[in-house]
């Protein structure tokens, strides 16, 4: 079993900046991909990023790209999400995951098989 830990969140005022860390309690388990993932109240899980292990190559909501960067450390088994220029909008849990297989699309939530309990931010105006 692999446990995913997240950490960063928390109050910013709009226009500021943030990075969330997500490591994972194995440091050895095949993942194909990280993501991350984020969910405000009353809304749907919202795909926001996700980072293949092994290339490194990212992808990201089309409407998030420019202000969120995803990138991993392989050597501290760890994915951050550095937010920039956040709106209030981007007030939510947001959470990792860990996709131990191969998924062409890494925007599903269901394509993932681990995930992280997820971190507070919230965004003041």
């Known amino acids: 079993q692999v446990q995913l830990v997240e950490s960063g969140g928390g109050l910013v005022q709009a226009g500021g900046s943030l990075r969330l860390s997500c490591t994972a309690s194995?440091?050895?388990?095949?993942?194909?991909?990280m993501a991350w993932f984020r969910q405000a109240p009353g809304k749907e899980r919202e795909f926001v990023a996700a980072?293949?292990?092994?290339?490194?190559?990212?992808y990201y909501a089309e409407s998030l790209k420019g202000r969120f960067t995803i990138s991993r450390d392989n050597a501290k088994n760890t994915v951050y999400l550095q937010m920039n220029s956040l709106k209030p909008e981007d007030a939510a849990v947001y959470s990792c995951?860990?996709?131990?297989?191969?998924?062409?699309?890494?925007?599903?939530?269901?394509?993932?098989?681990?995930w992280g309990q997820g971190t507070q931010v919230t965004v003041s105006s």
């Open positions: 995951a860990a996709d131990v297989d191969y998924h062409s699309d890494l925007s599903q939530g269901a394509n993932y098989d681990y």
């Open positions: 194995r440091r050895t388990f095949d993942r194909y991909a």
């Open positions: 980072i293949r292990w092994s290339s490194g190559n990212s």
